[in-house]
């Protein structure tokens, strides 16, 4: 299996799944979440495209220094708190945050997997860095689920303060 073309189409089919989201959520705080990982899917697809020319700078200058996507989804947290919220409009969210979550697991597992066959040290190093970038699009998913299931309780606990200290690592 080509890793770089399956992996152009994952990355499509996240950025697809990530814009559907800020299309059906009524939302506006949940929305940018979305659009901030449609964002992010984008760029790892601007990679994997480098990747399969052969250009493997292009590569890891478009990767740069990480994903601003955690501060983005701290900062939403902090103004939904600000703002006393307690509950969420819509009834597709929390499925929409348990799909992201099994795909962004997915994603990790087979960039770390691709990453270990790798035998060229440039192409595992990006394939690391990414798989690093999926693992933090897990975590954020995982408190994005655990916040729309019940953000009043969310708010209080210890995972909440765990993201909120969290520097997107």
Same mark, same amino acid.
């Given at each position: 299996?080509?890793?770089?073309?399956?992996?152009?189409?994952?990355?499509?089919?996240?950025?697809?799944?990530?814009?559907?989201?800020?299309?059906?959520?009524?939302?506006?705080? $949940?929305?940018?979440?979305?659009? +901030? =990982?449609? @964002?992010?899917? %984008? *760029?790892?697809? #601007?990679?994997?495209?480098?990747? !399969?020319?052969?250009?493997?700078?292009?590569?890891?200058?478009?990767?740069?220094?990480?994903?601003?996507?955690?501060?983005?989804?701290?900062?939403?947290?902090?103004?939904?708190?600000?703002?006393?919220?307690?509950?969420?409009?819509?009834?597709?969210?929390?499925? $929409?945050?348990?799909?992201?979550? +099994? =795909?962004? @697991?997915?994603? %990790? *597992?087979?960039? #770390?997997?691709?990453?270990?066959? !790798?035998?060229?040290?440039?192409?595992?190093?990006?394939?690391?860095?990414?798989?690093?970038?999926?693992?933090?699009?897990?975590?954020?998913?995982?408190?994005?689920?655990?916040?729309?299931?019940?953000?009043?309780?969310?708010?209080?606990?210890?995972?909440?303060?765990?993201?909120?200290?969290?520097?997107?690592?």
């Amino acid at each position: 299996m080509d890793i770089i073309k399956f992996a152009i189409q994952m990355e499509l089919d996240g950025k697809a799944f990530y814009e559907k989201g800020a299309a059906t959520t009524d939302d506006p705080d $949940l929305r940018k979440v979305f659009v +901030a =990982l449609a @964002e992010e899917e %984008e *760029k790892h697809l #601007r990679i994997f495209r480098s990747m !399969e020319e052969g250009n493997l700078s292009k590569a890891a200058s478009t990767l740069g220094e990480g994903s601003p996507t955690p501060r983005v989804v701290r900062s939403i947290f902090r103004e939904m708190t600000d703002a006393g919220v307690e509950t969420l409009p819509g009834s597709n969210v929390r499925a $929409l945050w348990e799909q992201a979550l +099994a =795909l962004e @697991e997915k994603a %990790e *597992k087979m960039y #770390r997997d691709a990453a270990k066959e !790798e035998p060229d040290p440039k192409r595992r190093k990006l394939l690391e860095r990414i798989a690093d970038e999926e693992k933090n699009h897990v975590y954020l998913a995982d408190n994005m689920l655990a916040f729309v299931k019940d953000p009043s309780t969310f708010l209080d606990s210890a995972q909440y303060r765990s993201f909120m200290s969290w520097e997107g690592r």
